[in-house]
C-alpha cells in the first residue's frame, strides 16, 4: 500500500532556476507523490509569463492529461467563454492547477476523476509556489474546493468565500509581490449544475471581480 512516508514532495525536482521550459520538462520527472505512477504525464499551467491574471483549478483530467495542457477540456471551454463574459481575454491569462498528475479511478473504459487527498495537494505545493514566483499574478483566482484549501487551509468554503479579494497568506510561501485571490466554483462543478445557467452567471460575476482588481 503505498504511504505517504514513501514520497519527498515535489521539492527535489523543482528547477533552481526556472523558466517555463525548464519547469514542464522538470515536473515529468516529479515523483513527489505516487500520483505519476499511472499518469500519461504532468502537466504544467500554461500561458503568458509574467501575467497579472492566474487562475488556479484543482488537477488535470483526462484530456489535459492527454495533450498535455491545463483547462483544454469541456471545463476550460466553458471557463474561457466566462472569461469572455466577464470581459477577460483568456489568452492573457496564465491557467494552472495545484495538481500536476491526473487521480482517477477506471469504470470499463473510462477513467473517472477522483480527487486528489491532502498529502498529494502538499506534495505539489512547491511547483504551485514556483509558478507563482515565475508568473507574478497581480490577482489569483481559486477555483474549487480544492485550490482554495490548498492556499488557505481546510476550513476554506468555496460558498462562504467566493467574490471577496483576500490577501495571500502570509504563511504560504514568501514571495515578492503576494496576489490578491478571488475564489470561484470551479467550471467542472458548472458543467454538472442542474443550474447551469446560474451558476455560470455566479462564475462570470467572480470573474469580473478578479478583472476590476485589475484596475
Known amino acids: ?41 504532468g502537466v504544467m499551467g500554461d500561458g503568458p509569463v509574467p501575467a497579472r491574471l492566474m487562475l488556479v483549478g484543482e488537477q488535470p483530467g483526462d484530456q489535459e492529461d492527454k495533450q498535455g495542457l491545463p483547462f483544454v477540456g469541456p471545463a476550460g471551454r466553458l471557463l474561457d467563454r466566462a472569461l469572455g463574459e466577464a470581459g477577460i481575454d483568456p489568452a492573457g491569462v496564465y491557467k494552472t492547477n495545484v495538481v500536476k498528475h491526473f487521480r482517477f479511478k477506471r469504470d470499463g473504459g473510462k477513467r473517472i476523476h477522483k480527487s ?58 514568501s514571495l515578492e509581490a503576494p496576489p490578491t485571490t478571488v475564489a470561484s466554483a470551479h467550471p467542472s462543478s ?25 484596475g
Open 1 to 41: 500500500m503505498t504511504k505517504r512516508s514513501d514520497y519527498p514532495g515535489a521539492g527535489p525536482w523543482v528547477p533552481d532556476e526556472p523558466d517555463e521550459d525548464r519547469l514542464r520538462s522538470a515536473v515529468q520527472e516529479c515523483r513527489g507523490c505516487d500520483l505519476y505512477l499511472d499518469a500519461t504525464q
Open 116 to 173: 486528489p487527498v491532502r498529502w498529494q495537494v502538499a506534495a505539489c505545493e512547491p511547483w504551485l509556489l514556483t509558478e507563482l514566483g515565475l508568473v507574478r499574478p497581480e490577482v489569483v483566482v481559486l477555483l474549487g474546493a480544492t485550490a482554495g484549501q490548498a492556499v488557505y487551509g481546510s476550513g476554506f468554503r468555496v460558498g462562504a468565500a467566493r467574490g471577496t479579494p483576500t490577501p495571500w497568506p502570509e504563511q504560504l510561501g
Open 190 to 214: 458548472v458543467l454538472r449544475s442542474r443550474q447551469r445557467d446560474a451558476d455560470l452567471a455566479a462564475l462570470v460575476a467572480d470573474l469580473v471581480v478578479a478583472r476590476e482588481l485589475l
